[in-house]
Nanobody, 122 residues
Framework: QVQLVESGGGLVQAGGSLRLSCAASGGTFSMYAMGWFRQAPGKEREFVAAISRSGSLYYADSVKGRFTISRDNAKNTVYLQMNSLKPEDTAVYYC????????????????WGQGTQVTVSS
């Protein structure tokens, strides 16, 4: 089984930056597509960003130009660099993993971290 642990969340002012990390264990990390999702209170879990096994990048329209997903296969870690944060980015952010190709549907990811809270104040 793949286990994922997120870190790096916190409280920032609008316009600030955070970098989230997701440490993975189990499985062959380089063979998994990795994604970030977020869930705000009272809302559905939504796709944020994903990176394929080959490094192709995918972003939700709401974060394009502000967030960057990357992976370091040597460290079994995925990152989400979040810049120009907005109050509407406030949510619990979850790291997710699935075998093979990238998808944007949360229900198609088999492995999930516990989440890390990101709060952006105005």
């Amino acid at each position: 089984q793949v286990q994922l642990v997120e870190s790096g969340g916190g409280l920032v002012q609008a316009g600030g930056s955070l970098r989230l990390s997701c440490a993975a264990s189990g499985g062959t990390f380089s063979m998994y597509a990795m994604g970030w999702f977020r869930q705000a209170p009272g809302k559905e879990r939504e796709f944020v960003a994903a990176i394929s096994r080959s490094g192709s990048l995918y972003y939700a329209d709401s974060v394009k130009g502000r967030f960057t997903i990357s992976r370091d296969n040597a460290k079994n870690t995925v990152y989400l660099q979040m810049n120009s944060l907005k109050p509407e980015d406030t949510a619990v952010y979850y790291c997710a993993s699935r075998w093979s190709t990238v998808v944007t549907e949360a229900n198609l990811y088999a492995y999930w971290g516990q989440g890390t809270q990101v709060t952006v104040s105005s």
